[in-house]
């Protein structure tokens, strides 16, 4: 169903920016589609944003504070590893949209905007991970590297053809997380 002309906010705006992201990739982002998908005029779009630039910024930083801020921000409110890690797991669960990560990752190799914006969620997320394996271990190499490893994992995850399911996805992860326990009784 299309949204009544009368009235589009921003986020409607964002959102059909998200479906056009995930079935078009990013080059689907023109003014052109979104006008035509939101059935407005571009006076409408322009209401709203001064530009395309201004409109790719919002659609990654609301990107950027779902899939990164928040999901960090809620997780970091539990206290241990294991509370941590399935708060991070739940949340990721619900929120992670494989076809949206694989657009914009392909659209952070071809756009500098796009790739700053990657490289501060990416950078968020490993320093999270990194915090939350220092519970796991005293020794920060081997923080880093769990780190490393699972976030690794969790992109590699949705990246790989066909992607993963998440039944799968999940079994893998506990036998990744055990890995890491049996490693830190080593040190």
């Not at 299309?2 to 409607?12: I, L, R």
């Not at 708060?87 to 076809?99: F, G, H, I, Q, R």
Request: with cysteine; proline share 3%; charged share 30%.
């Amino acid at each position: 169903m299309k949204p009544s002309p009368k009235k589009t906010g921003k986020q409607a705006w964002l959102a059909q920016g998200f479906k056009i992201l995930k079935t078009q990739g990013a080059a689907g982002l023109t003014i052109e589609n979104l006008t035509r998908a939101m059935n407005r005029t571009k006076g409408a779009f322009y209401h709203h944003f001064k530009n395309r630039q201004d409109y790719s910024c919002r659609l990654l930083e609301l990107w950027e504070d779902r899939q990164a801020n928040e999901i960090i921000r809620i997780s970091k409110q539990k206290k241990t590893f294991d509370e941590i890690n399935q708060t991070l797991v739940d949340l990721s669960e619900k929120a992670m949209d494989p076809e949206i990560e694989v657009a914009i990752r392909a659209w952070a190799l071809r756009d500098p905007l796009a790739r700053e914006f990657q490289e501060r969620i990416d950078s968020h997320r490993v320093d999270f991970l990194k915090e939350m394996f220092a519970l796991m271990t005293e020794e920060p190499e081997a923080a880093e590297l769990f780190a490393m490893i699972r976030y690794c994992f969790y992109i590699g995850s949705h990246q790989i053809i066909p992607a993963m399911d998440e039944k799968t996805y999940k079994k893998r992860l506990n036998a990744l997380t055990r890995m890491f326990t049996l490693y830190t009784q080593t040190l």
